[in-house]
């Protein structure tokens, strides 16, 4: 699994890919403290195009930047969800609580 984290502007991209499960945790926190402290962004865009599995940890992760990010006002969208990941996100009724693009 690998994380970058880029600010272009007023938008933070978490770039993910490989598994996303217990074992990541920590990477994850860092990026989204990263993304959640740049100067100016209102919008933080996390891409899943390259993400093979998400397990409950990593949607733990997702759910606390979710928190986060509402409580400073900047908005959360994941991005290029791969049917797989869709699903996995459906099944648990996370769907609905995600902007997803």
Same mark, same amino acid.
């Given at each position: 699994?690998?994380?970058?984290?880029? *600010?272009?502007?007023?938008?933070?991209?978490?770039?993910?890919?490989?598994?996303?499960?217990?074992?990541?945790?920590?990477?994850?926190?860092?990026?989204?403290?990263?993304?959640?402290?740049?100067?100016?962004?209102?919008?933080?865009? *996390?891409?899943?195009?390259? *993400?093979?599995?998400?397990?409950?940890?990593?949607?733990?992760?997702? @759910?606390? @930047?979710?928190?986060?990010?509402?409580?400073?006002?900047?908005?959360?969208?994941?991005?290029?969800?791969?049917?797989?990941?869709?699903?996995?996100?459906?099944?648990?009724?996370?769907?609905?609580?995600?902007?997803?693009?």
């Amino acid at each position: 699994m690998s994380i970058t984290v880029n *600010v272009h502007g007023p938008i933070a991209h978490i770039n993910l890919s490989g598994g996303i499960d217990y074992s990541t945790q920590e990477e994850i926190k860092e990026a989204n403290h990263k993304a959640l402290s740049a100067e100016h962004v209102h919008e933080i865009h *996390v891409n899943f195009a390259d *993400v093979t599995f998400i397990d409950s940890s990593g949607i733990r992760a997702l @759910l606390t @930047l979710q928190r986060e990010a509402d409580e400073r006002g900047i908005a959360l969208v994941l991005l290029d969800c791969t049917a797989l990941i869709r699903d996995i996100f459906e099944i648990g009724g996370f769907d609905s609580m995600f902007t997803i693009r």
